[in-house]
């Protein structure tokens, strides 16, 4: 298992190094560029698996192609690069079975059906299933996320828990070899039909990464940045927002006089309470957090997780965490994922004190994952 993991871990960075040296082949690496990168890095975090040769083509053709031109450098490097790989990929979902409880048969899993939320639904997602060319990421997973809550997702890596989050603003297309069925409803309307508006839809539910990312500008033009492209306030407008999201995100008395700073001069924690702040400006309903503390000391850790309580007094807020005591000190409802199913969900204190789900109770318990 260890040598499995080893050589996943090596074609995993070998990857990342390739779609980085086609990134900055023509000297600059553009947002859109940047973008598409954490995205695929992401997706390579989630497999649980090597990646096949065709999703790594894909994958590195894809990003050659975000200016909308393959030149012959790029090209070079991606067939140089796939010369390299070993001709015969490995088998999917190999090795995931020694994962699991000796007595639990993969087989046999199943998304749960057990799904009850006191108030209502900000978004319901119903029977998605979604695959990454020719592997599957997610079977049958159907959850309601309850209006100004906030709802964890918990489960080993891999289990396709940051994949789900992505899902429910559509973040997934930018992934080519990325495809899906099922629904997941939103303000009335299904967000996956044809003709959804990405633009509207990502403004409404925003995401915060799970490494900070502020913009290389100021600390007003990370907030207004995302305001300008939406809406055309005045300038008096402008620092009534700037001046709310900042006092949102907690960060105003720590920067109110910063403001023409860079973001990126700020604390890791501080920038990522900016990164929240951006996201509040543009008056979102869900904010979407994948694993917003995996890069921040246990002080900035516990102003975000306060910060977490706060923001559900006027937004919906999920976020994927591999921290148990996290998911218990800020969320309402807990789902636990497994292998690309929806094992339970439940009331956070049900699903650790008296989970239904004998794979649930392994792993809380740490006898698993």
Sequence with gaps: MKKE?????????????????????????SDEEQVRFDSMERTLNDLSREPSRSEVRLMLTSMSKVDGVADFAESAIIKKFMQSLPEEPPKANEGEKSDLPDNINPDTLQSTRELHIDGEAQIEVKDLNLRYGSAQALFDVSIPIEKNSVTSLIGPSGCGKST????????????????FDGSIVYDGDD????????????????????????????????VSYGVQLHYNPSRRKMNEIVEKSLT?????????????ELGTSLSGGQQQRLCIARTIAVEPDVILMDEPCSALDPIATAKIE??????KEHFTVVIV?????????????TAFMFLGRLIEFDKTDKIFNNPGNELTDRYISGRFG
């Design 191 to 222: 967000i996956n039909k044809s003709g959804t508006d990405l633009v509207r839809l990502r403004r409404k539910i925003g995401m915060v990464f799970q490494k900070p990312n502020p913009f290389p500008k100021s600390v007003f033009d990370n």
């Design 248 to 260: 949102s995100a907690a960060l105003w008395g720590e920067v109110s006089d910063r403001l023409h």
């Design 306 to 311: 306060d910060l977490i309580t706060q923001l």
């Design 321 to 333: 965490t591999h921290s148990m005591s996290q998911a218990m000190r800020v969320s309402d409802y």
């Design 164 to 179: 789900l989050l992505r899902c429910l603003n559509r973040m997934n297309d930018l992934i080519p070899i990325c495809n």
């Design 5 to 29: 993991n080893a050589k996943k871990e090596k074609i995993r960075t070998s990857v990342l190094e390739k779609l980085r040296e086609i990134m900055e082949s023509d000297g600059e690496v």
